[in-house]
């Protein structure tokens, strides 16, 4: 059984761990390889002591506790990944991450989430959502490691472990990753869904961002994101708003000329959320509101959406 670190004084562990590496020069006459690397192991297992002592046995006890310490303390920044290693103080640090944020419920996102979304943004020249991406991060959201991660969300997701059992069945389930997409969001209509859990239930599969978009675009699901018209929602972050699809002749009106024309016709509306009244509903009744028509026909630019 791996060994666990051992939380204690800072300053007792430091000087322990200097000594043994002081006195390891002795070791290095040594012509016998297994010997060096014996004497290392109890240094290995003082400087792993070391990191986990870095934070309080009162505040985080174990691995994952110190884990998720750590990252609150430095919200919606890019941690490194040997950031996490080091105070945890356990090797399977990568796998307490996971846990926390698919069945604990802390939107944890790695730069690899980020990176899937910045390459379907760039795919059909969303500059928006690049926008938006880069203003979270601080950096262009294609240079974030894949080791890098960002605690986005301070506060628990409480329905994350219910849909952590749902997402794992469809996850095992046979076909394509649109299917078990659209699955997981019509169980859990109306719900907050982060980029890491539909990356997860795509088992990692990098067109996942594309093929909700997608759904959205293509197949007519209201399926909206801080930048199609919902500023309450946090980037990465995906709702289902409802179980029902558009008709198909509205199912191919890009969100840019949606917008777009929406803010042209003075439709101040269009990107908030009115009690009582589908999102998407509430477009096509003000995108062809008979009140507006000679208002529409008077100003530049294609006629209104219908």
């Known amino acids: 059984m791996p060994r666990r670190s051992k939380q204690g004084d800072v300053e007792s562990i430091r000087v322990r761990l200097l000594d043994l590496l002081v006195n390891f020069k002795k070791e290095l006459q040594s012509p016998h390889l297994r010997k060096k690397v014996q004497a290392l192991i109890p240094a290995y297992h003082l400087l792993r002591d070391l990191g986990s002592s870095l934070i309080k046995s009162a505040d985080a006890s174990s691995g994952i506790d110190r884990i998720l310490h750590y990252l609150q303390k430095y919200p919606q920044t890019i941690v490194e990944g040997d950031e996490l290693m080091v105070v945890s103080g356990i090797g399977e640090w990568a796998r307490r991450v996971r846990q926390l944020r698919v069945q604990f419920g802390w939107w944890i996102y790695s730069g690899v989430t980020f990176a899937n979304m910045a390459e379907d943004a760039r795919d059909v020249g969303n500059e928006s959502e690049i926008e938006s991406l880069t203003a979270a991060l601080g950096i262009d959201p294609s240079k974030v490691k894949?080791?890098?991660?960002?605690?986005?969300?301070?506060?628990?997701?409480?329905?994350?472990?219910?849909?952590?059992?749902?997402?794992?069945?469809?996850?095992?389930?046979?076909?394509?990753?649109?299917?078990?997409?659209?699955?997981?969001?019509?169980?859990?209509?109306?719900?907050?869904?982060?980029?890491?859990?539909?990356?997860?239930?795509?088992?990692?599969?990098?067109?996942?961002?594309?093929?909700?978009?997608?759904?959205?675009?293509?197949?007519?699901?209201?399926?909206?994101?801080?930048?199609?018209?919902?500023?309450?929602?946090?980037?990465?972050?995906?709702?289902?708003?409802?179980?029902?699809?558009?008709?198909?002749?509205?199912?191919?009106?890009?969100?840019?000329?949606?917008?777009?024309?929406?803010?042209?016709?003075?439709?101040?509306?269009?990107?908030?959320?009115?009690?009582?009244?589908?999102r998407q509903e509430r477009i096509k009744r003000e995108c062809r509101h008979p009140a507006r028509a000679e208002t529409r026909e008077s100003l530049p630019g294609p006629t209104a959406i219908s």
Not at 165 to 170: D, F, H, Q
Not at 199 to 228: C, F, H, M
Not at 231 to 239: E, K, N, Q, S, T
């Open 146 to 278: 894949p080791d890098q991660y960002i605690l986005m969300r301070a506060d628990q997701d409480r329905q994350a472990a219910h849909r952590w059992n749902i997402l794992n069945e469809i996850r095992k389930k046979r076909g394509s990753v649109t299917d078990k997409l659209l699955e997981y969001f019509r169980k859990n209509v109306g719900q907050q869904i982060s980029g890491e859990e539909l990356k997860y239930l795509a088992k990692d599969k990098k067109e996942w961002a594309r093929r909700v978009r997608e759904l959205r675009t293509e197949q007519g699901w209201p399926i909206v994101t801080k930048n199609s018209g919902r500023d309450d929602l946090a980037v990465g972050v995906y709702v289902l708003e409802e179980d029902r699809q558009a008709f198909e002749h509205d199912r191919s009106i890009p969100d840019s000329i949606r917008v777009a024309v929406l803010q042209r016709d003075s439709c101040k509306t269009a990107t908030r959320i009115e009690s009582g009244i589908d």
